[in-house]
């Protein structure tokens, strides 16, 4: 991957052709759940306040990314709610000229907190991570969460009006026993169960038993249930959605490991601690804090490292040292 150098600056033209328009943010890398495939039990090491970008800094980044080609920026983490004045920082990347839409990935915890007020700071749809329907495989899969605790996000979610609400749910085993639970769910609820095949980025998580291929959940769906194909919400990126007649809502696989979407990625990402990756399985990043106060510079440096974005052979490169947390999903 290309890294920013200074004898780019001026050759670089705008590299981005439409094709990356959109940005994951991730504004923290601290979480009040420890999802055992996302982060070790003593969770990660602690950064200083002061290694964080700022809600000013990210937002100047999304600024001189909107002029880069970027028009969707999506939230995470970590888990966003856990970092104070996530709202507000909603309400300033809704200013951003050129950013028309925003999103949010949470685990759904602090959503009946803060989900009115996100909504009227103008976010309109959100991801909930939700694992699993059995309270005893969430609180094993999270460390200690509580379903009942997502489950109020969701309902939060629902209340403060977002749409289309998301539901995440990774593919680990013991996800067989629950197939039935899910399409249940969206039959009562304009639900999107994405189911999201585990990726094994990170090798200090261990092993988290066999890994459940999207297709065999496709079948063993099928195999239940009539489910027709269908487009899906908004937004629907890399899934593949279907439908169970008369269901409000849809079941989506996003199969990252065992089909290869590659070639379609459209996405940058910017770590809380202010690196640049174009690529979730390269650990390839470029440092941009010092650049915010520079946005010529900046501008560059984002195109530079998106001319030389990976659409290919992506996983085979595997160099990842950081959590998924810190990535942001
Ligand atoms: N805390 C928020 C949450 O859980 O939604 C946002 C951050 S979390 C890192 C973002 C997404 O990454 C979640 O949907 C989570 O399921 C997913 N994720 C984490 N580790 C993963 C892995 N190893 N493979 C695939 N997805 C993963
Ligand atoms: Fe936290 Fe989200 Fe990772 Fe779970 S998946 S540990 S909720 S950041």
Redesign the pocket.
């Known amino acids: 991957m290309a890294r920013y150098t200074g004898a780019l600056v001026n050759a670089i033209p705008d590299m981005t052709q439409g094709r990356v328009d959109y940005l994951r943010l ?1 504004v923290t890398d601290r ?1 009040n ?1 420890r ?1 055992t ?3 070790p039990a003593e969770g990660v090491p602690a950064r200083s306040h002061d290694d964080i970008l700022s809600y000013e800094e990210l937002a100047a980044f999304a600024r001189v990314a909107a002029g880069c080609g970027i028009s969707k920026v999506r939230i ?5 709610l856990v970092r104070h004045g996530c709202v507000d920082f909603v309400g300033m990347l809704g200013r951003t000229s050129g950013i028309h839409d925003i999103s949010l ?4 915890v602090l959503l009946p907190r803060y989900a009115a007020d996100l909504r009227r700071a103008g976010l309109r749809r959100v ?3 939700l ?1 699993s329907l059995d309270p005893e495989r969430f609180a094993r899969l999270s460390r200690g969460g509580r379903l009942a605790d997502a489950l109020a996000g969701l309902d939060a979610a629902f209340d403060a009006g977002f749409s289309p609400v998301k539901v ?3 593919l680990l085993e013991g996800v067989e026993d629950e197939l039935d639970a899910f399409v249940a769910l969206t039959r009562e609820r304009e639900v999107h169960v994405r189911f ?7 090798r200090r ?1 261990g092993e ?1 038993g066999r890994l459940v291929p999207a297709a065999e959940i496709l079948q063993l769906l099928k195999d239940r249930h009539e489910l027709v194909p269908h487009e899906g919400p908004y937004g629907h990126g890399p899934a593949q959605y279907w439908h169970a007649p008369g269901a409000l809502g849809t079941i989506g696989f996003i199969a ?2 065992s089909e290869h979407f590659c070639e379609s990625c459209n996405r940058l990402r910017l770590t809380a601690d202010g690196r640049l990756r174009t690529c979730l399985f390269s650990g390839d990043e470029v440092a941009i804090r010092p650049l915010i106060a520079r946005p010529d510079e900046l501008r560059d440096a984002i195109r530079a490292a998106v001319s030389g974005k990976s659409f290919d052979r992506c996983r085979e490169q595997r160099a990842n040292q950081r ?3 810190e ?3």
């Open positions: 991730s979480c759940l999802c495939y996302c982060m995470t983490g970590g888990e966003p990935t949470t685990n759904g991801n909930i991570s694992d995440n749910a990774l999201i095949e585990f990726m094994p980025l990170d998580l988290q990252g490991v959590a998924m947390s990535i942001g999903g």
